[in-house]
Nanobody
């Protein structure tokens, strides 16, 4: 059973930065695209970033130019660098990846942007 553990969330002022990590318990994650999804209160889930197994990145328009995906296959970890944070970036951030048989999710990490 693969486990995903997100970390790196917290409270930051507008304009600040955070780096989220998504660590997998095994190397299977390295073979799949990994998504970052956020859930804000009373909002629908939003896919904000994806990185393929080959390292191709894609971003939602709302975060393009401010967020950067990366992955370290030695550490079985995917990162989301978040810069120029805005109050509307406040949400719980989840990572996930989907295999043929199952979609794996982490437990989420809270990001709060407030002055």
């Amino acid at each position: 059973q693969v486990q995903l553990v997100e970390s790196g969330g917290g409270l930051v002022q507008p304009g600040g930065s955070l780096r989220l990590s998504c660590a997998a318990s095994g190397s299977i994650i390295n073979s799949y695209s990994v998504n970052w999804i956020r859930q804000a209160p009373v909002e629908q889930r939003e896919l904000v970033a994806t990185i393929t197994s080959g390292g191709t990145r894609d971003y939602a328009d709302s975060v393009k130019g401010r967020y950067t995906n990366s992955r370290d296959n030695v550490k079985n970890t995917v990162y989301l660098q978040k810069n120029s944070l805005k109050t509307e970036d406040k949400a719980v951030y989840y990572c996930n990846f989907r295999t043929i048989v199952k979609t794996y999710w982490g437990q989420g990490t809270q990001v709060t942007v407030s002055s």
